[in-house]
């Protein structure tokens, strides 16, 4: 399916790119035309949002993040509203949804996307304004449609959310996927997730924190079944495991409040890729970041990250 759209004004001697080079997957020779840009807003139980974009526009996913911060932020980096064409669900917690109607109803153009079946639960299981349907596109899980020259796949994670995915989004030859609210890594999410250059994923908790903290039982079972959360050892091994040259950046997000640190997160996934001589940078584009293998960050909770520039 094809969103219409326009395009961002014209930059200063930057050639316009046709539609026909972006859709074969070479917007053009000129760098500056084929960035991807990435900001987290926010990452964890209190609130989840980003924004992926080109300069056709973007997409947020998800939208657990107060409005007036996202369109804050999004206009100190120089997105316009206009140029947002709408909201990526990955599944119906409040976290993820609470303010997707706020979004979409001071911004009239944007556009809700995600399967019926997300879309029923999130009427059925939060006090959210039935008016949400009137913008609401379906999407089908592995069934790629087209947004701002983006090709965006869903495909299907194991949570115990209604009917949740993560999204792998293609520019350029590129794949920005995120994979965030999983309890384990299925086949065809280990699909896509390979394939990535910019990588979202889950490091949601410390094992031991988790076991010896303040949680009831039945909770801590929760969040260790294959319907639950990630913990950072199992992020850790599985980016191990299918760690190439071709990724560049991992994010971890959905880091628990309770049951995990950056500290703990970072160390963990950081050791099992020097295991395999990864060199790991940080991801703030300093001397020694430009010589290492791939930029490693965790997601801050509350915060917005710093504008993330991928470029060729």
Same mark, same amino acid.
């Given at each position: 399916?094809?969103?219409?759209?326009?395009?961002?004004?014209?930059?200063a001697?930057?050639?316009?790119?046709?539609?026909? &080079?972006?859709?074969r @997957?070479?917007p &053009?020779?000129?760098?500056?035309?084929?960035?991807?840009?990435?900001?987290s807003?926010? +990452?964890?139980s209190? *609130?989840?949002?980003?924004?992926?974009?080109?300069?056709?526009?973007? /997409?947020? /996913?998800?939208?657990?993040?107060? &409005?007036?911060?996202?369109?804050?932020?999004?206009?100190?980096? %120089?997105?316009?509203m206009?140029?947002v064409?709408? #909201?990526?669900?990955?599944?119906?917690?409040?976290?993820?949804?609470?303010?997707?109607?706020?979004?979409?109803?001071?911004?009239?153009?944007?556009?809700?996307?995600?399967?019926?079946?997300?879309?029923? @639960?999130?009427?059925?299981?939060?006090?959210?304004?039935?008016?949400?349907?009137d913008?609401?596109?379906?999407?089908?899980?592995?069934?790629?449609?087209?947004?701002?020259?983006?090709?965006?796949?869903?495909?299907?994670?194991?949570?115990? %959310?209604?009917?949740?995915? @993560?999204?792998?989004?293609?520019?350029?030859?590129?794949?920005?996927? #995120?994979?965030?609210?999983?309890?384990?890594? !299925?086949?065809?999410?280990?699909?896509?997730? +390979?394939? &990535?250059?910019?990588?979202? #994923?889950?490091?949601?908790?410390?094992?031991?924190?988790?076991?010896?903290?303040?949680?009831?039982?039945?909770?801590?079972?929760? #969040?260790?079944?294959?319907?639950?959360?990630?913990?950072? !050892?199992?992020?850790?091994?599985?980016?191990?495991? /299918?760690?190439?040259?071709?990724?560049?950046?991992?994010?971890?997000?959905?880091? +628990?409040?309770?049951?995990?640190?950056?500290?703990?997160a970072?160390?963990?996934?950081?050791?099992?890729?020097?295991?395999? *001589?990864? $060199?790991? @940078?940080?991801?703030?584009?300093? /001397?020694?970041?430009?010589?290492?293998?791939?930029?490693?960050?965790a997601?801050?909770?509350?915060?917005?990250?710093?504008?993330?520039?991928? $470029?060729?």
């Amino acid at each position: 399916m094809e969103i219409p759209f326009e395009e961002f004004a014209a930059e200063a001697n930057v050639a316009p790119i046709t539609k026909l &080079a972006a859709r074969r @997957g070479a917007p &053009a020779d000129n760098p500056a035309t084929r960035v991807i840009n990435y900001i987290s807003f926010g +990452s964890g139980s209190s *609130g989840n949002c980003s924004y992926v974009g080109t300069r056709y526009g973007g /997409i947020l /996913i998800d939208a657990g993040v107060k &409005a007036d911060d996202v369109m804050l932020q999004l206009k100190a980096n %120089g997105v316009r509203m206009e140029n947002v064409k709408g #909201i990526l669900l990955t599944h119906d917690h409040g976290d993820h949804i609470k303010y997707a109607y706020t979004l979409l109803r001071a911004n009239k153009h944007m556009r809700l996307f995600c399967t019926l079946r997300v879309l029923n @639960g999130l009427l059925r299981r939060h006090g959210v304004s039935k008016r949400i349907k009137d913008y609401h596109v379906p999407i089908f899980k592995e069934t790629p449609f087209r947004i701002a020259e983006m090709e965006i796949t869903a495909f299907d994670v194991p949570h115990d %959310g209604t009917d949740n995915m @993560g999204f792998s989004i293609s520019y350029d030859n590129r794949n920005f996927v #995120i994979a965030t609210d999983l309890g384990a890594v !299925t086949e065809r999410a280990r699909y896509y997730m +390979s394939r &990535a250059n910019y990588l979202v #994923i889950e490091a949601n908790y410390d094992l031991q924190m988790l076991l010896f903290g303040p949680y009831p039982e039945y909770l801590k079972s929760r #969040i260790r079944t294959d319907h639950g959360h990630l913990d950072n !050892t199992d992020t850790a091994a599985f980016l191990k495991e /299918i760690y190439t040259e071709n990724l560049k950046y991992v994010f971890l997000c959905h880091l +628990s409040k309770d049951n995990n640190t950056p500290a703990k997160a970072l160390k963990a996934v950081r050791t099992a890729l020097e295991e395999r *001589g990864v $060199r790991i @940078g940080d991801g703030e584009e300093t /001397i020694l970041d430009r010589e290492s293998d791939l930029q490693l960050v965790a997601l801050p909770r509350f915060e917005p990250t710093r504008w993330y520039v991928f $470029r060729p």
